[in-house]
C-alpha cells in the first residue's frame, strides 16, 4: 500500500482563526515572501509560511505543536510586503488568540474576557463587589459608608483583611490556570518537535537546570527588547511595550514588598498600617516613577496602533484594544484615586479608589484568559527555543542527548493503520465468502 496521509481539517479551527482577525487567510498562495522578510524563518522553519499553510488547511494539531507562532511579534514586516495582502502577521495574532482561548481553564472566563461586553461587564461586577465589601466592613469598624468624615483614608474603608479574601482567591485560581495552561502548551509543542516532555512519560531534565541554562538567557532577552527592536514597520510599539514590562515588574515588586511590610510585619506584630507612605518615601516614588511608566507606554502602544492601523500595516482586532485600555484604565484611575486622596476631595476619592481596585482585578483576572496570556505563552516559547535547539544538536547536557521521539505513533501513522485493518477484514470476509 502506498505511503499516504489522511488529512482531516479542523473546520472550527479555520473559522475560529478568521473571526478573530485572520479572515485574511484563504488570500495566500505560498509564495514565501512572508518567509523571505521575516527575521524568525530560518533554511529549515519557513516561518510564517508553514503556519499559513497550516491555517488553510484547519490543521490545528500543527499549529498546536509550534513554538514559533509565539515567537512572532508581529512587527508587520509580512504583511507590508505580501503581495496577496494575506496579512499573515494579523492571522498569527489569530491563531494565538484562538491558542489563548484553547489552553483556559475554565474557557467561560476566556470567553468572557475577550470581548468588550465580558470585560466592561466585569469591571463594574467587580466595582459593585468592592462596594458590598466596603459596606459590610464599615459594619465592623463603624465608619461612615459611602463617605468616611475627616482626612482621606482608604483603610477607613478598607485593612488588608478584606482586600486579602477577595484578591487571594483570585491569585490562586491565576496561578493555576497559568501553570495549567503552560504545561499544556508545553507538552504540544514538545510533540511537535519530537523531544522529551515534562508533561509525558519517561525521563524529564531537572527543573534547575532548565531554568539556569535557558530561562534566565531567555528572561534577559525579553526584558532588552532585542527581538522586538529588530522590527520593521512597527518598530516604535518596542519603546511602549518594553515601558509597560518594566513598570509591571516594578509594580509587582512595589505590592510584594508592601504586602509582606503591611501584611505580614507591621499590622500583626506593630498594631498599625504601613499604608498610606508619605510622598518622600522611597517605596512611594518608586510606585510613582512605575505608574507614569505604565501610563506613557501604554498611551505609545494606543497613539501607535490608531496610526499603524490608519497605514494598513497593522490590524488591530478587539482583543488588542480591550487589553491596552484595561492597562491604560488601571494607571489612570490609580494617579487618580492618589491625586484626589492628597487634595482631600473624599467624595471623589473613594470611588475612584473603588474604580482602581475593581480595573486592578479585571487586569490580574485576564493574565490566563486574554491577549494578556502572551505573557505566558511567549516566555515559554523563548525558553523552549534555547531548549530544543540543544537537545536535537545533543548539548543540552542532562544526559538525554538524543532527541526523544514522542510516545507512540503519531496520528497520522494511527489512522494508514487503522485503515489497513479495516482493508483486512475485508479481504478476509470476501475469501471466506469465496
Known amino acids: 500500500m502506498a505511503d499516504t496521509k489522511k488529512i482531516q481539517p479542523d473546520l472550527s479551527f479555520i473559522k475560529g482563526v478568521m473571526a478573530a482577525g485572520g479572515d485574511t487567510v484563504n488570500k495566500c498562495y505560498q509564495?514565501?515572501?512572508?518567509?523571505?522578510?521575516?527575521p524568525l524563518s530560518t533554511e529549515d522553519r519557513p516561518f510564517p509560511r508553514k503556519e499559513m499553510l497550516w491555517a488553510q488547511w484547519g490543521l490545528a494539531d500543527k499549529i498546536a505543536g509550534d513554538a514559533d507562532v509565539w515567537l512572532c511579534h508581529q512587527c508587520g514586516d509580512c504583511s507590508a510586503y505580501c503581495p496577496r495582502d494575506a496579512k499573515p502577521g494579523d492571522v498569527l495574532g489569530a491563531i494565538r488568540l484562538n491558542a489563548i482561548k484553547h489552553y483556559a481553564e475554565p474557557k467561560a472566563l476566556a470567553d468572557l474576557l475577550t470581548n468588550t461586553a465580558g470585560v466592561l461587564g466585569?469591571?463594574?461586577?467587580?466595582?459593585?463587589?468592592?462596594?458590598?465589601?466596603?459596606?459590610l466592613w464599615s459594619l465592623h469598624t463603624g465608619v461612615d459608608f459611602p463617605f468616611p468624615k475627616g482626612e482621606v483614608n482608604y483603610h477607613e474603608y478598607f485593612t488588608f483583611i478584606p482586600i486579602d479574601i477577595v484578591v487571594l482567591p483570585i491569585v490562586g485560581l491565576v496561578v493555576w490556570a497559568s501553570y495549567k495552561g503552560v504545561t499544556n502548551f508545553w507538552a504540544d509543542i514538545s510533540k511537535g518537535s519530537g523531544i522529551v516532555s515534562y508533561t509525558g512519560t519517561g525521563s524529564t531534565p531537572p527543573l534547575g537546570i532548565l531554568f539556569t541554562k535557558y530561562?534566565?538567557?531567555?528572561f534577559q532577552e525579553i526584558?532588552?527588547?532585542?527581538?522586538?527592536?529588530?522590527?520593521?514597520?512597527?518598530?516604535?510599539?518596542?519603546?511602549?511595550?518594553?515601558?509597560?514590562?518594566?513598570?509591571?515588574?516594578?509594580?509587582?515588586i512595589v505590592t510584594?514588598?508592601?504586602f509582606i511590610?503591611?501584611?505580614i510585619i507591621y499590622v500583626p506584630f506593630l498594631g498599625e498600617e504601613f499604608t498610606p507612605m508619605p510622598l518622600y518615601n522611597p517605596i512611594k516614588i518608586f510606585a510613582n516613577i512605575a505608574a507614569i511608566m505604565l501610563i506613557?507606554?501604554?498611551w505609545l502602544i494606543i497613539k501607535m496602533r490608531k496610526q499603524k492601523t490608519a497605514e494598513g500595516v497593522l490590524k488591530s482586532s478587539e482583543q488588542d484594544w480591550i487589553l491596552i485600555w484595561l492597562i491604560f484604565s488601571v494607571g489612570i484611575t490609580g494617579v487618580a484615586a492618589e491625586l484626589f486622596r492628597l487634595m482631600g476631595i473624599g467624595g471623589i476619592a473613594y470611588p475612584t479608589y473603588i474604580l482602581h481596585l475593581a480595573t486592578v482585578v479585571t487586569l490580574f483576572l485576564a493574565v490566563p484568559y486574554s491577549k494578556f496570556a502572551h505573557l505566558l505563552y511567549r516566555t515559554t516559547a523563548y525558553v523552549y527555543q534555547r531548549y530544543e535547539e540543544d537537545m536535537k544538536a545533543g548539548k543540552a547536557g542532562f544526559g538525554l542527548e538524543v532527541p526523544v521521539n514522542p510516545v507512540g505513533?503519531?496520528?497520522e501513522k494511527e489512522e494508514e493503520k487503522s485503515e489497513e485493518a479495516e482493508e483486512k477484514q475485508e479481504e478476509a470476509k470476501e475469501e471466506e465468502k469465496a
Open 296 to 298: 506613557v507606554g501604554a
Open 223 to 252: 526584558l532588552s527588547h532585542k527581538r522586538f527592536e529588530e522590527c520593521g514597520q512597527t518598530a516604535e510599539r518596542a519603546k511602549g511595550h518594553k515601558l509597560l514590562l518594566w513598570s509591571f515588574i516594578m509594580l509587582f
Open 256 to 258: 510584594t514588598v508592601v
Open 215 to 218: 530561562a534566565i538567557p531567555a
Open 31 to 38: 509564495c514565501a515572501t512572508c518567509s523571505v522578510v521575516c
Open 409 to 411: 505513533p503519531p496520528p
Open 261 to 263: 511590610l503591611n501584611d
Open 122 to 135: 466585569t469591571v463594574i461586577a467587580a466595582f459593585v463587589v468592592w462596594y458590598i465589601v466596603a459596606f
